[in-house]
């Protein structure tokens, strides 16, 4: 079992930042693709969206198009810690954001897709709101 807990989530107006954390233990028994997925209202699991991914090795990351000029994924490996830092921030990237880790993923072909939801680890999701 694989331990995944985020934060960082909250309100925040048009062309803001937030940055959000997920910390893991697949950085302390495993190396493998640590993930962020987003859930906008009203869609349901199936539809989570992969936005970043990084590999705990290091030197692999993905972020995806919506976001590319937007958002930044990093770890910090002696914290166990992922980051997504999230600029000029849209009301459309209001969702709830989940981190997920996948041991066996390494990362080269992105997030982890639906087919596989159910054998990777989850956190219970962090919500951003933008609005004015």
């Known amino acids: 079992q694989v331990q995944v807990a985020e934060s960082g989530g909250g309100s925040v107006q048009p062309g803001g930042s937030l940055r959000l954390s997920c910390s893991s233990s697949?950085?302390?028994?495993?190396?493998?693709?640590m993930m962020w997925y987003r859930q906008t209202p009203g869609k349901e699991r199936e539809q989570r969206e992969g936005v970043a991914a990084i590999y705990t090795g290091g030197g692999r990351t993905f972020v995806a198009d919506s976001v590319k000029d937007r958002f930044t994924i990093s770890q910090d490996i002696a914290k166990n810690t992922m980051y997504l830092q999230m600029a000029s921030l849209k009301p459309e990237d209001t969702a709830m954001y989940y981190c997920?880790?996948?041991?066996?993923?390494?990362?080269?072909?992105?997030?982890?897709?639906?087919?596989?939801?159910?054998?990777?680890?989850w956190g219970q999701g962090t919500l951003v709101i933008v609005s004015s």
């Open positions: 997920a880790a996948d041991p066996n993923n390494d990362c080269s072909l992105g997030p982890t897709t639906v087919r596989n939801f159910g054998f990777i680890f």
């Open positions: 697949l950085y302390i028994r495993s190396s493998g693709c």
